[in-house]
């Protein structure tokens, strides 16, 4: 990731903790209004996928018990994970495609409030995502996967198919990545990714047409199961990133100038705002800059977040990179995973880096947006997150203008109830995040998430609530 001159180590250091009575008079602690919701504080756990929900995507005892815990630690708002609005396997990620997911997700619901004394609010994030596959072997991809064409036969000298195959098997990779095409090369480097560009296949072509009514109709069933609100998924590496990227160059009119990139998610938006009450919060959370090279930069994000306030969303939560187009090549037999390469960093940035570290990356580019959101008349509010891992630090966030409110997933992860300690005044008991990424690499192999701060700690004979190998404790221990 960095070059041996720019491995920096960083140590968090979350600075100094509230009092009781500055606690009472901080901005972090005080309530805040998102459309039709008054948060308790402006505290916010973002999306975090646990791995967790049943192999059909239920939310089973699993995923209730993860979510109650940190409601137990009070903060202003939950972020159910991203949730499929398909009704597509998708592994232990929990899905709204049907409504057969509502009673899972109606118990879920009722346990963050019931673990919480109904102080937190819970949204759910709802995300369509495209096929990826898993990195090929490299004799099984030319053999059998490669669709081959007058260019391979040109190159081999060869006509027969199986000659055609066995020819190119025999190149080394050098003379074979100039005989295939930059997107074969990458479906055997790095395997096989749908892009929204690909409208030459009907179903991704038809994706303006689809997604609208999927996404309104898994936000009414999470009306159904009692959530305070949507939170609509427009980062990262999925669908709908994928049409605000300046990357995206459909010629259909959902793609090339930010006009035409940004329609297909406001769409969206109002399918859902009209598909729900409004009594539920509906808004989106996208990246603050892609990281990418010919992605949308901080200037495309301040326009996109003016165009969803003006639409009427009730507030925006931003991000940063995670992309596939920069991620590290995968072992054979194994996806790509968007938090790998440089824009992954940006993402999920751990304590050895470069000289700007990893605690509020973020934190400028959320300014330069807040502010274009403001100019422009609108008072939307704003969810910060990105290495915040303090109480020092997220009130100097909110003092200077870069979020009105503030997200902590990793922090929250390595002590859900970190919040309510510095309400109490009794910060110095905090168990504070050591951004090792522990965490990102449990979510990279799609295992249980947990922390290694408190995943060993208690472990007796017998007892339950432990990773599927046994090892791991799932929750972090009550605080006393």
């Known amino acids: 990731m960095f070059k041996p001159a720019e491995r920096i180590v960083h140590r968090a250091d979350p600075g100094r903790w509230p009092n009781a009575e500055t606690a009472a008079q901080s901005r972090l602690f005080s309530p805040v209004q998102v459309g039709p919701l008054t948060l308790a504080t402006r505290t916010w756990i973002p999306a975090m996928v646990p791995w967790r929900a049943t192999p059909d995507g239920e939310a089973g005892p699993d995923v209730i018990d993860w979510y109650a815990r940190f409601a137990k630690g009070r903060p202003g708002t939950i972020v159910i994970e991203a949730t499929g609005i398909r009704d597509v396997p998708s592994g232990p990620l929990l899905r709204i495609g049907d409504d057969r997911f509502v009673p899972g997700l109606a118990r879920l619901v009722e346990a963050v409030r019931e673990a919480s004394g109904g102080e937190t609010k819970l949204l759910i994030q709802l995300i369509d995502f495209l096929a990826i596959k898993r990195r090929p072997d490299r004799a099984t991809f030319l053999s059998r996967f490669l669709a081959l064409t007058d260019r391979h036969r040109a190159a081999t000298g060869e006509t027969a198919d199986e000659a055609v195959r066995a020819a190119l098997i025999a190149m080394p990779d050098a003379t074979l990545r100039e005989v295939l095409d930059s997107r074969d090369w990458e479906s055997l480097a790095q395997g096989f990714r749908e892009r929204v560009t690909d409208v030459d296949k009907p179903h991704i072509a038809e994706l303006p047409q689809v997604l609208p009514g999927l996404f309104a109709a898994a936000a009414a069933r999470a009306e159904a199961a009692g959530f305070d609100g949507i939170e609509l998924h427009y980062a990262h590496a999925y669908t709908m990133a994928s049409f605000l990227s300046a990357r995206n160059d459909r010629q259909d009119g959902y793609g090339g100038a930010r006009e035409d990139r940004v329609r ?8 859902v705002r009209s598909a729900v009450s409004p009594s539920l919060a509906v808004g989106c959370r996208f990246l603050a800059e892609e990281c990418i090279a010919g992605g949308n930069t901080v ?8 165009e969803f306030a003006r639409a009427g969303m009730d507030f925006l939560s931003l991000s940063r990179g995670g992309k596939f187009e920069d991620a590290l090549q995968p072992k054979t037999g194994e996806a790509a995973y968007p938090y790998t390469g440089p824009s992954g960093y940006e993402c999920m940035p751990a304590y050895i880096s470069d000289a700007k570290g990893p605690y509020g990356r973020n934190r400028d580019a959320a300014r330069t947006i807040r502010a274009a959101v403001q100019e422009a008349g609108f008072k939307t509010p704003i969810v910060t997150a990105g290495g915040v891992h303090g109480f020092a630090q997220a009130e100097a966030m909110l003092a200077a203008g870069e979020a009105d409110i503030v997200g902590s997933a990793r922090q929250s992860l390595a002590d859900p109830d970190w919040l309510l300690k510095a309400r109490m005044g ?7 995040c050591e951004f090792s990424n522990y965490c990102e690499g449990l979510d990279q192999k799609h295992k249980q998430v947990t922390c290694k701060l408190w995943d ?5 004979p017998g007892m339950g609530g432990l990773s599927h190998d046994g090892k791991r404790r799932l929750t972090a221990p009550l605080w006393d």
């Open 456 to 460: 060993r700690q208690g472990l007796t």
């Open 299 to 306: 200037g495309d994000a301040a326009w996109f977040g003016t």
């Open 426 to 432: 009794r910060g110095s008991e905090v168990r504070t």
């Open 264 to 271: 297909l998610p406001l769409e969206v938006y109002r399918a």
